[in-house]
């Protein structure tokens, strides 16, 4: 009798320990696939607050860099202002533009917290739903792609970013349209991979990789990176292709987040599509 | 009374300076420096198991409520404190701890210290990482991970310890 009493008091403690484990573990799973709130992340008002505050120190230690990386945007966004252009062609009168509409709108945002070393790596923004921005839209800096947004509260927002396991955006080589998934190993945070492309296709060295805007999340040609080594995968017909970001995650503090204005219109459509399985 | 004020300022202090400081620190290699298994090894021992469990669970909880890790700590804080019991009972002195003793580099040394926390570290560090990567195929990367990260942990705790806490052993 007395031994059973110690052995279920000792197993009283494991199973304490096992609920409280379970809690966390599930809490960690979940979260990473789909997010079930916002209480315990970066994006709730306390914790936000806090980043604001860590962010005030420490966004003046890359200053420079991302001064000069502003300026660089600056004079490529000035070279296409119309005073710095002159009129070449005067037989052609300028209409105005009805063939083109605006789909894709951009949002500035801030990254107040980051990591890059994780296995998977979450950033948060300073803007949140009162700026417009939701889950699944696209996160862009003026270097390449970001990631996507993964949550979002009244002033804050996280960003599951490429730098996690499976981001799984659609990319194509830009010369000759070969696409596949982006993913990431989560060895370094300046390299990246591109999985699922059938290995009777051609690919180059250092050729550029870039979005394919397939999903309507980003745009098509927001670059990603360029081709560092293309392997065999062992056993199946296709590419392992192992690609350098062209942005350092690292330093990033500028992003903007893209809303895309006709999503609704090519869900819509998309929706029509006859499933064949059923 | 001042043991509960002591560790409840503790509590909060390591949360800012794992969450702030050495969470924000990237030394590359997946090096992470943990020294938040401090605060659970220097919990006194006499405290009750459940307790330590619930106020480790809240402790990692906290932790990842400032670092986007959905549990990732509360994991980790929570087996190691499961643990601490057994591996105190495997690594007591001869003639037992002292009763109310603080296991801190001052009482009890820096080779029992170091000893009983890299056990811990290895533990914490092995769980967390695996599973964070969680994936068999990782699995040396994982192990990497763990043996790097371990003496840095470990320098940076007794640093800790001998920047902030008072010696007193011999009193």
């Known amino acids: ?278 | 009374m001042i043991n509960i004020v002591k560790h409840s300022i503790r509590f909060f202090a390591f949360i800012f300076v794992q969450a702030f400081i050495f969470n924000q620190l990237e030394i590359g290699l997946g090096i992470q420096i943990m020294v938040f298994p401090l605060f659970i090894f220097l919990l006194p021992i006499e405290l009750n198991i459940f307790a330590l469990m619930v106020v480790s669970f809240v402790f990692g909880i906290s932790i990842d409520y400032f670092s986007n890790t959905y549990g990732l700590f509360a994991s980790s804080a929570l087996l190691i404190a499961y643990l601490r019991p057994f591996l105190f009972k495997f690594l007591e002195p001869r003639d037992g701890f002292l009763p109310g003793a603080e296991l801190s580099i001052y009482q009890m040394g820096y080779g029992w210290f170091s000893t009983a926390f890299v056990l811990i570290l290895l533990i914490n560090n092995f769980w967390f990482f695996l599973i964070e990567q969680f994936k068999w195929k990782e699995v040396w990367y994982i192990f990497l991970k763990t043996l790097l990260s371990t003496p840095l942990s470990l320098g940076a705790s007794i640093l800790i310890q001998m920047a902030f806490f008072k010696n007193t052993s011999n009193k």
């Open chain 1, 1 to 278: 009798m007395r031994n059973l009493i110690a052995f279920l008091k000792r197993f009283r403690i494991f199973i304490v320990f096992a609920i409280l484990q379970g809690v966390a573990l599930s809490s960690y799973f979940t979260n990473l696939s789909f997010p079930r709130s916002q209480y315990l992340t970066t994006a709730s008002s306390l914790s936000g607050k806090m980043m604001e505050i860590n962010n005030d120190v420490t966004k003046h230690f890359n200053l420079a860099y991302n001064n000069r990386k502003l300026q660089y945007e600056n004079i490529q966004l000035r070279r296409k202002l119309a005073q710095s252009n002159i009129k070449i062609d005067n037989g052609v009168i300028k209409i105005n533009d009805t063939i083109f509409q605006q789909q894709y709108d951009y949002i500035p945002t801030t990254v107040l917290n980051s990591t890059v070393h994780k296995r998977n790596n979450y950033f948060t923004l300073n803007a949140g739903k009162s700026s417009g921005i939701y889950r699944g839209m696209g996160v862009i800096s003026n270097n390449g792609v970001v990631g996507i947004i993964h949550t979002s509260s009244e002033h804050f927002s996280i960003v599951k970013t490429v730098l996690t396991e499976n981001i799984n955006i659609d990319v194509m080589v830009e010369k000759t349209g070969v696409y596949g998934l982006l993913k990431w190993s989560g060895k370094s945070p300046k390299i990246g991979t591109v999985s699922s492309i059938s290995n009777d296709l051609s690919l180059k060295k250092w050729s550029e990789i870039v979005t394919r805007g397939g999903s309507g999340i980003f745009p098509k040609g927001i670059p990603v990176g360029k081709i560092k080594s293309i392997k065999t995968v062992e056993g199946k017909p296709l590419w392992d292709v192992e690609i350098y970001f062209s942005e350092k995650y690292a330093k990033l503090q500028n992003v903007y987040v893209i809303k895309n204005l006709l999503i609704k219109e090519q869900k819509e459509i998309e929706e029509t599509i006859p499933n064949e399985n059923e």
